[in-house]
């Protein structure tokens, strides 16, 4: 994960997620005004849906490109991966109670709204597929094994069914791996650059250093304090209430059984759905109105602020060389 992955999902675990219950207060404070924007923006720039699309362009022309030097055809694939972009004006309709009464934290799906989703999303066509039909088993397993790169091995699966962490390596994930190597910007490159893993690693520090300060900690304390007011007495910290949702989420999935050629779940489980998707809204409007009433946001943003603002200040020589060396390369 990069940083930026490590500061949005440290962000996301103490804000409550999603926007929902973000309780921005109408202050001032705005994610874009961090101190180590200047910094990460130089570096990773902004991936909209546009930037996106051009680059999987990209990516697909290299692949096929390396796929005919590996004596394959391979049409490019269009349809391949994308990316769900959502615009300030979306996060803005989401930190709304209106929005949140009707979506919880947006987290959750009846088996209407899936069945829904389903049937408005176009078929999928692999424009590869009248090209596989001529070839034989071997040579299919060959191809995807040059398209993807042979995958974990045995020991790696037993490991990661174990719970121990896997590491992607694009030098074995095929034309694909060496295709997004090449496009991924710089500072992707920079983050796997040893010279800077201290850096990069005392930047996630920032984050969780911030779960322990004693400002957090009081806010925690008064929002969980408002939560067991409206019914909610097990939480002790915002990202609690997320947490409860989401293990209940998985916990549904676990037991579902999926139909193996459409990939469509089978036995009904709209009821355990729909009575969930009740429950997320319920806590999501509890959680949004307390957040409202301690303006966790503008809380949070400035003692996140203050910690960036600190790193900034005692590693300013550090970050500039980063820049020197990674964001001229754009």
């Not at 926007?19 to 200047?38: F, H, R």
């Not at 037991?255 to 089978?266: A, I």
Request: charged share 25%.
């Amino acid at each position: 994960m990069s940083f930026v992955g490590l500061a949005v999902a440290a962000t996301i675990a103490l804000s409550g997620c999603s926007g929902a219950g973000d309780g921005s207060g109408g202050g001032d404070l705005k994610y874009e005004d961090s101190p180590l924007s200047a910094f990460t923006s130089a570096l990773w720039g902004e991936m909209d849906q546009a930037k996106y699309d051009e680059q999987q362009v990209e990516v697909e022309k290299l692949v096929a490109a390396c796929m005919k030097d590996e004596g394959f055809e391979y049409t490019p694939n269009t349809q391949n991966g994308s990316v769900v972009t959502m615009g300030s004006s979306d996060m803005e309709e989401r930190e709304t109670e209106e929005w949140v009464a009707s979506n919880g934290y947006g987290m959750v799906q009846t088996q209407e709204e899936m069945e829904a989703q389903q049937e408005q999303a176009p078929e999928y066509v692999d424009p590869n597929q009248d090209y596989l039909s001529t070839l034989s088993e071997s040579e299919v397993s060959a191809f995807y094994e040059t398209l993807h790169g042979p995958g974990p091995s045995e020991e790696e699966m037993a490991a990661m069914e174990a719970g121990e962490s896997y590491e992607y390596n694009w030098e074995t994930g095929g034309c694909y791996g060496a295709a997004q190597h090449s496009t991924q910007d710089q500072g992707m490159e920079a983050y796997s650059d040893p010279k800077y893993q201290g850096l990069f690693e005392k930047m996630g520090a920032i984050y969780t250093t911030m779960q322990e300060d004693p400002k957090i900690k009081e806010l925690e304390r008064s929002w969980a304090s408002c939560m067991a007011d409206a019914g909610y007495s097990d939480f002790t910290m915002k990202q609690d209430a997320f947490t409860l949702i989401s293990e209940a989420q998985n916990a549904i999935y676990e037991t579902m059984e999926y139909d193996q050629e459409t990939g469509e779940p089978l036995g009904d489980n709209t009821e355990a759905l729909a009575d969930l998707k009740q429950q997320e809204i319920d806590v999501a409007l509890a959680d949004f109105r307390c957040s409202e009433k301690l303006n966790y946001m503008q809380e949070t943003l400035k003692a996140q602020f203050a910690l960036e603002t600190r790193f900034v200040e005692d590693n300013k020589a550090e970050l500039d060389a980063l820049l020197a060396d990674y964001a001229t390369k754009k």
